[in-house]
């Protein structure tokens, strides 16, 4: 607005000039707000366009995905992200609280952040003093307003320099010096807390080496990419024996969840045969314990494992000495474990995911419109609310609620699904769902009889996911050591998460205290057992 004096001026042809100036500007900020009202509600109308874009592509991909709407809802994505930064900046910020509003703001928007307890606090004090400013009277406290912001402490590289001074008695001449504190790698720069960053950035936050090699030189450490990497696969290393004994712990479960991804693996032989790329495709495995939602008492623990291939003789060695329940999708290298053996006894047992079933119908859905696919997912679904209901009861309290309540859905649906059937193509991929179903009934009635059963297998898909994300990051695996010291990291990082551990804080521990621990005592050190070592601890250490 235009500088004006306190007092309007006495001639009226100067004060009838003064407005209409302000009027002027007045009329051309009011076209500047309706200009920003009109690009703010088109950026909206098309951010909410891109959302329902998005919704759909997602939807397509419940089941095998193609890489063509994965890329497309990639780009929708950061369009998406794009536009809400430039709606946000539109906006004018607020200085003051307001009242609530009277219609809801979009949930993405004006959110405050969550900061756990455990965040250090900062207490910042502006004290007016104690003489009033306006008559130097005695001022007191009647109360205080407080604010809050949330700040970064930017990371910084440190050096620390151990020195061990050489002393000799006077009266013997022997030499003493105190001893070389152990290092997580021998003769190596990096020490626990930088070892266990460069892990976590890799293998949970997927920023591959030569990013990490860029930021450690914005902080002043030229740490060369070969470097990088041998830190990288010698850590791994080094915490192999927990991995170990991480993997025979899971396997030891009645009950487990399994799924695996295609992971890209570099393969020299095929480079010179002059096969392609020289890339092939390995398999990462995962095997999943959690009997967190009916209050079991093992601990969480998922164990990967890294194959060159998808053949059937790869979970069958995983599976050896495992006796239960396996929770796994349709593929046909589980079908032989489901077998009696030469006693007839079965040592493993199917459970179906009913969530694959509903992908099919999905699928069909999104397709035709079919009302009979649309009837089935709302039959499914049923199922699922009671399941929610029931999340965190016990075995036997979900195994009578199933009973009672899910086992008449159940059996309704069969019963329709049969009639279905007599009504569809023969060769469609309604009639297909329905004999997936069918033709694994009492795997996907499993469920109704154990309550520790979940009735699908998202909890594996879940523990899959990081490798799913990862690998748009780090592309391929080096060779197949790659894809198993991948396989080794994973399953110590998910594994901490799993306890409820910061995987780096929780690394930086076992770095610093591993070398020097008891092996008969390396239990101590898994996730599910690990308690951090004080500082007092570590001073008398």
Not at 434 to 439: N, Q
Request: proline letters at 6%.
């Amino acid at each position: 607005m235009s500088e004006i004096s306190s007092l309007p001026p006495d001639d009226p042809a100067e004060l009838r000039a003064m407005i209409a100036a302000l009027e002027t500007e007045n009329a051309a900020m009011r076209a500047e707000t309706t200009r920003l009202t009109a690009v703010l509600k088109a950026h909206e109308a098309l951010v909410q366009a891109l959302q329902i874009r998005i919704a759909k592509l997602q939807r397509q991909k419940f089941g095998a995905s193609s890489e063509k709407i994965e890329r497309e809802i990639e780009q929708l994505e950061l369009a998406l992200e794009a536009l809400e930064v430039a709606a946000s900046a539109a906006r004018e910020p607020e200085e003051e609280p307001k009242a609530e509003p009277a219609v809801a703001e979009p949930a993405s928007m004006r959110r405050k952040p969550k900061v756990s307890e455990a965040t250090p606090r900062e207490r910042i004090v502006l004290d007016p003093g104690d003489a009033c400013p306006a008559c130097g009277g005695e001022l007191r406290l009647v109360g205080e307003d407080m604010s809050e912001i949330l700040e970064l402490i930017s990371a910084r590289l440190k050096v620390i320099e151990t020195a061990r001074p050489k002393k000799s008695c006077r009266r013997c001449e022997k030499i003493t010096q105190t001893p070389a504190p152990a290092r997580p790698i021998p003769r190596s720069m990096a020490g626990p807390g930088l070892l266990a960053h460069i892990l976590v950035s890799k293998f949970d936050d997927h920023l591959p080496l030569y990013r990490q090699n860029e930021i450690f030189a914005r902080m002043g450490a030229e740490i060369p990419a070969s470097t990088l990497v041998d830190w990288c696969g010698q850590g791994v290393r080094v915490l192999s024996p927990l991995v170990t004994r991480i993997r025979a712990d899971v396997m030891t479960a009645d009950r487990l969840h399994a799924d695996d991804t295609p992971v890209r693996v570099l393969d020299r032989s095929k480079r010179l045969e002059g096969l392609g790329k020289g890339v092939k495709e390995g398999r990462i495995w995962t095997y999943l314990r959690d009997d967190r939602p009916w209050g079991g008492t093992a601990p969480p623990g998922v164990a990967y494992f890294f194959s060159p291939d998808r053949k059937s003789v790869h979970p069958h060695r995983h599976l050896a000495e495992f006796r239960g329940i396996l929770q796994a999708d349709a593929y046909t290298g589980f079908k032989a474990l489901y077998e009696p053996d030469a006693t007839g006894a079965v040592r493993i047992r199917e459970a179906a995911c009913w969530a694959h079933l509903r992908r099919d119908f999905h699928d069909v859905w999104t397709g035709t419109k079919s009302e009979i696919a649309r009837e089935a997912l709302d039959r499914i679904g049923a199922l699922y609310d009671i399941e929610r209901e029931i999340t965190g009861c016990s075995a036997e309290e979900r195994r009578r609620v199933r009973q009672t309540r899910t086992r008449p859905l159940a059996e309704d649906f069969k019963a329709w699904s049969e009639a279905q059937l007599g009504r569809v193509s023969g060769k469609s991929a309604l009639a297909k769902a329905f004999r997936y179903a069918r033709r694994r009934w009492p795997s996907f009635t499993l469920f109704l009889e154990d309550g520790r059963v979940a009735i699908d297998n998202n909890p594996a898909e879940r523990a899959i996911k990081p490798v799913v994300i990862g690998r748009k990051n780090w592309l391929f695996a080096g060779a197949d050591a790659g894809g198993e010291t991948l396989a080794e990291a994973m399953t110590i990082i998910e594994s901490a998460k799993l306890s409820g551990h910061d995987p780096e804080a929780y690394l930086a521990d076992i770095l610093a205290r591993i070398g020097d621990h008891k092996i008969n005592r390396l239990d101590e050190l898994l996730p599910w057992n690990w308690v951090p070592q004080s500082k007092e601890a570590k001073a008398v250490a």
